[in-house]
C-alpha cells in the first residue's frame, strides 16, 4: 500500500474556520493550515506545492493571483535569460535572478539598452486610432563588454491604453559563444576565398609544380593558424582506380602515407567510410574504433570529412590528435567548409593544366594544318627541278638534301601533335660507346610504350643498362629486387604513382637520383610537390627534348656531359 498523500493548503476562514473539516481532511490529505491569507500566499510564494487549495469563496482570489505569480516567477528565473523590465525614467523595476545575476556593467548596459529602445518606440507614431494601431515589434540589440564578452536582447515596449510606451522589457543573454562561432567561421570563409584566388600576374611566373607548392603552403597555414589542426593529410579520389591518394601530408609518420585506402565503406579505415558516403566522421577514440587504421603516431583521436566539388567527393581531409577527444562538431563545421575551398583550389590548378594541355594540342593541330600545303609545294618543285638537273649528280644531291629536310619537319611537327606521348629530337642521337653513361643501370618506368621505348631507345646508344616497367607496381618491385643508379618516372601510372615510385627509391638508397616526367605539369596528386620537398632530382615536362633528358641525367648522376663533336668546316 502506497504512503503517499496529496499536500492541501487549508486557509480558515468565515466558512471554513471549522478544526473538524480541517480534522476530516488530515485522514486523506497532509494538510497545512493557516488562519489568515497573508501567511497562505507567503506560503504559495515560497515554491511549496500543493494538489488542492480550501478556502472560502472571497480569499481565492488573492490566492490564485499569489499562486499565478509564484509560477511565474518561476518560469521566468528558470530559463537561462536574464529578464527585466524598465520604466519611463530608465529604473529597473524587476529583475529574474539571471539578470541580477550578470556583472554591474552588463547590468547598466542593459538599462542604457533600453532606455533608447524606450525612445525608439516613443518616435513611432501612428496616426491611426489606438485600437487600430499595428503591434509595435520587439527591437534586437547587441553590445559588447570587455574584449570577449558580447551580449543580444530583444526589447518589447509595454504600451498603455492611450498608446504611451510606459515600459519596456528585456530579455537579455550571453552571445559571447556564438559570436566567437561566426566571427571565426568569416576568419575561415575569408581564407578560403584567399586560398582559391589566383594573381594571374604571380602565377604566370611560376611553373606547375612552383603553384602546387604555393598552394600547399596557403593550406598548411591556414589549417594551423585559424583551425589549429597541425596534424593532417589530404587524400584526393582517383576516379579510374578508386584510390584515395595522398596529396598534402603535415606531422603524419611516412608509413601512413604508404597505407593503401580506397572509396569503400568497409575493410579502408574511417578515410576510406567517409569518401565512399559523403559523411564526415569524428572519431573520439582509435583504440575503440575498429575503422581506424595507421594514422599518426599515439594518435587518440581524429577528424575525417569529405572534400566536395559540385556535390561529388573528390577526396577526403583527414585531422588527427594524440589526445582524446579532441573534437568536436564545432570543428567538424569549420573543417567542411575549409575543406569546400581546398577542394575548389586544387580543381582550379588541374583545369588550367587541362587548359594549357587542350591548348598546346590545338595549337599543334594549327601548325601542321598550315604546314602541309607549303610543305608539298617545296616537295613538289624540288623534284621538278631534280628532273631537269639530270647528269648535274651535285646539284641533285643538293635538292635532295632539301627533300630530306622537308621530311624531317613534317615528323618533328608529327612528333610535336603527339604532345605528352613522345620525346623530340631522338632522330638527332648517335651512338656513343665510350659516354660516361656506359653501364649505368637506368630504370623507366611509364605507362605509355611510346615514351617508355624511346627512352629506352637513347640511352642504349649510350651503352646504358636499361630497365623498363609499364606500371608502378613493376616499377616498385624492380626497385626493391635490383640496384639501380637512376630511376626516371612519370608520375601517374596504375597501381602506384611517381610519389611512390619516388619513396620506395629512398627506401631501397637515399643517394638513388630520381626524375619525374609529367605530360604538361599534369600533377593530379601533387607528387611533384611532395618529392621535391624530399630530394626529388628534376622534372620533365612532355613533351620534352631528348637534350634536355640527357642534361637531366647528366645533372643527376653528378657527370659532366662531354663536350659536343665540332662540325667540320665546309
Given amino acids: 500500500m502506497s504512503d503517499y498523500r496529496p499536500r492541501v493548503l ?36 515560497s515554491g511549496a506545492m500543493y494538489h488542492a487549495i480550501f478556502a ?46 550578470f556583472p554591474p556593467e552588463v547590468y547598466d548596459r542593459v538599462k542604457q539598452t533600453c532606455i533608447s529602445a524606450r525612445q525608439i518606440f516613443a518616435e513611432q507614431v501612428s496616426p491611426l486610432p489606438v485600437a487600430k494601431r499595428p503591434r509595435r515589434r520587439s527591437k534586437k540589440f547587441g553590445f559588447q563588454v570587455g574584449a570577449e564578452r558580447y551580449f543580444e536582447a ?28 561566426q566571427q571565426k567561421i568569416d ?3 575569408a581564407a578560403g576565398r584567399e586560398l582559391v584566388r ?16 604555393l598552394l600547399e603552403e596557403k593550406i598548411i597555414r591556414y589549417t594551423s593558424d585559424l583551425l589549429h589542426f597541425d596534424n593532417f593529410i589530404i587524400r584526393l579520389l582517383n576516379k579510374k582506380s578508386n584510390k584515395l591518394e595522398p596529396v598534402i601530408s603535415v606531422g603524419l609518420p611516412p608509413e601512413a602515407l604508404e597505407v593503401d585506402l580506397y572509396a569503400q565503406p568497409e575493410g579502408n579505415g574511417i578515410s576510406g567510410y ?42 577526403v581531409f583527414n585531422i588527427e590528435s594524440q589526445s582524446s577527444g579532441a573534437f568536436n562538431e564545432d570543428d567538424r563545421q569549420f573543417a567542411e567548409i575549409f575543406g569546400r575551398y581546398i577542394a575548389v583550389a586544387l580543381n582550379v590548378l588541374d583545369l588550367m593544366v587541362v587548359e594549357r594541355y587542350t591548348f598546346a594540342d590545338r595549337m599543334a593541330q594549327n601548325i601542321v594544318r598550315e604546314m602541309a600545303a607549303p610543305l608539298n609545294d617545296i616537295v613538289t618543285e624540288t623534284q621538278s627541278i631534280i628532273e631537269e638537273y639530270i647528269g648535274h649528280d651535285d646539284m641533285r644531291q643538293r635538292l635532295n638534301k632539301v627533300l630530306d629536310n622537308v621530311e624531317a619537319i613534317r615528323q618533328s611537327v608529327k612528333d610535336l601533335t603527339q604532345g605528352a606521348k613522345t620525346v623530340l629530337g631522338t632522330r638527332d642521337v648517335e651512338a656513343d660507346s665510350q659516354s660516361p ?36 607496381h613493376e616499377a616498385v618491385n624492380l626497385i626493391d629486387s635490383q640496384p639501380m643508379d637512376l630511376i626516371v618516372s612519370d608520375i601517374r601510372m596504375p597501381h602506384r604513382n611517381g610519389y611512390e615510385i619516388f619513396a620506395a627509391a629512398r627506401r631501397r638508397n637515399e643517394t638513388i637520383p630520381v626524375i619525374l616526367m609529367t605530360g604538361f605539369g599534369y600533377d593530379p596528386n601533387h607528387a611533384i610537390v611532395r618529392a621535391s620537398q624530399e630530394g626529388l632530382e628534376a622534372v620533365l615536362y612532355k613533351p620534352f627534348k631528348v637534350d634536355q633528358l640527357l642534361e637531366e641525367i647528366y645533372k643527376a648522376l653528378g657527370i659532366t656531359p662531354p663536350e659536343p663533336a665540332k662540325q667540320p668546316a665546309e
Fill in 198 to 213: 589566383l594573381e594571374a600576374e604571380a602565377i604566370s611566373k611560376l611553373n606547375v609544380a612552383e603553384r602546387l607548392r
Fill in 10 to 45: 487549508f486557509l480558515a476562514g468565515k466558512l471554513t474556520n471549522c478544526h473538524q473539516v480541517a480534522d476530516q481532511l488530515r485522514s486523506q490529505f497532509d494538510v497545512d493550515q493557516f488562519d489568515d491569507v497573508d501567511q497562505a500566499m507567503a506560503a504559495l510564494r
Fill in 154 to 181: 530583444y526589447v518589447s515596449p509595454v504600451i498603455d491604453d492611450r498608446g504611451n510606451v510606459t515600459q519596456v522589457v528585456a530579455v537579455v543573454w550571453d552571445a559571447s559563444s556564438g559570436r566567437r562561432l
Fill in 437 to 472: 653513361l656506359a653501364g649505368k643501370r637506368v630504370l623507366i618506368a611509364d605507362d605509355e610504350a611510346s615514351i617508355r621505348n624511346t627512352i629506352a631507345d637513347v640511352l642504349g646508344k649510350f651503352d646504358c643498362e636499361v630497365f623498363t616497367c609499364k606500371d608502378g
Fill in 274 to 315: 567517409v569518401a565512399a558516403t559523403g559523411r564526415s566522421y569524428i572519431c573520439h577514440d582509435v583504440e575503440k574504433d575498429p575503422r581506424y587504421v595507421l594514422g599518426l603516431g599515439h594518435a587518440k583521436s581524429s577528424l575525417t570529412v569529405p572534400l566536395r566539388l559540385h556535390d561529388k567527393v573528390i577526396g
Fill in 56 to 101: 472560502d469563496v472571497g480569499d481565492f482570489l488573492p490566492l490564485e493571483r499569489a499562486l499565478v505569480d509564484q509560477q511565474s516567477s518561476l518560469v521566468l528565473n528558470t530559463i537561462g535569460e536574464g529578464v527585466c523590465v524598465v520604466d519611463d525614467r530608465g529604473a529597473c523595476v524587476w529583475a529574474n535572478n539571471r539578470m541580477q545575476a
Fill in 187 to 189: 576568419a575561415i570563409d
